[in-house]
């Protein structure tokens, strides 16, 4: 079975301070793991995914295979980075499994 | 630009009713899927379908169906709709695997309300 989590339901943070959104995940093969966004009122849509090693929007994100961990940082939080954030990891069989979500609030 | 559309941003509907939710995608992707959005439990798998008439049941597959006759249309199906299944619907298209790995694209979801 193939299982991810968020433990932050909730995440406030000040615009210019760092942020790390966490992310564990569950799978006895070798996942594909992905961050997706949905801004206010936009829909959801692909941040980055580790595959592509990229950096999007100055977020980051490392493959811990020792940790199993897929943690989103950025050193400098900014107001639009507001949103809701979801872990997501794919599996052999195309289905993709879904955090429950992390909801980021950069106040200014 | 990949668009995926969904037939309604706002449906209301009565318990017992059967509820069609419909999905259409213009990039030619094979696989497609169904997801229920809620506060607190992130988006939940319902349906998903990687070629035409084929679908596999994703962790939530009771009390929907789906049909996927043409390559570009995924429907969702609620047969008896019940207030439990007040929710945000999302659809999704994704593109094949490569170098850059899967991506996923949806659609702007369906506020769905039992009554």
């Known amino acids: 079975a193939q299982r991810v989590t968020q433990p932050e339901k909730l995440l406030s943070v000040f615009k210019g301070a760092p942020v790390e959104l966490k992310c564990n995940y569950s799978y006895s093969g070798s996942p594909e793991l992905f961050w997706y966004v949905q801004y206010s009122r936009q829909r959801l849509q692909l941040l980055l995914r580790h595959i592509s090693r990229e950096s999007i929007k100055g977020f980051t994100a490392d493959l811990n295979k020792g940790e199993t961990s897929f943690h989103l940082k950025k050193p400098f939080a900014q107001e639009e980075d507001s949103a809701m954030y979801y872990c997501a990891l794919e599996g052999s069989n195309y289905k993709l499994t879904f955090g429950k979500g992390t909801l980021l609030t950069v106040n200014p | 630009d990949v668009k995926v559309t969904q037939s309604s941003r706002y449906l209301v509907k009565r318990t017992g009713e059967k509820v069609f939710l419909e999905c259409v995608q213009d990039m030619d992707h094979e696989n497609m899927f169904w997801y229920r959005q809620d506060p607190g439990l992130g988006l939940r798998l319902i349906y998903f379908s990687y070629d035409v008439k084929m679908k596999e049941k994703g962790d939530i597959p009771e009390g929907y169906s789906v049909s996927r006759e043409k390559k570009e249309r995924f429907s969702l199906i609620l047969e008896s709709a019940s207030t439990n299944q007040t929710s945000m619907y999302l659809c999704?298209?994704?593109?094949?695997?490569?170098?850059?790995?899967?991506?996923?694209?949806f659609g702007p979801g369906t506020r769905l309300t039992v009554t």
């Open positions: 999704a298209s994704e593109t094949g695997g490569g170098p850059t790995g899967y991506e996923q694209y």
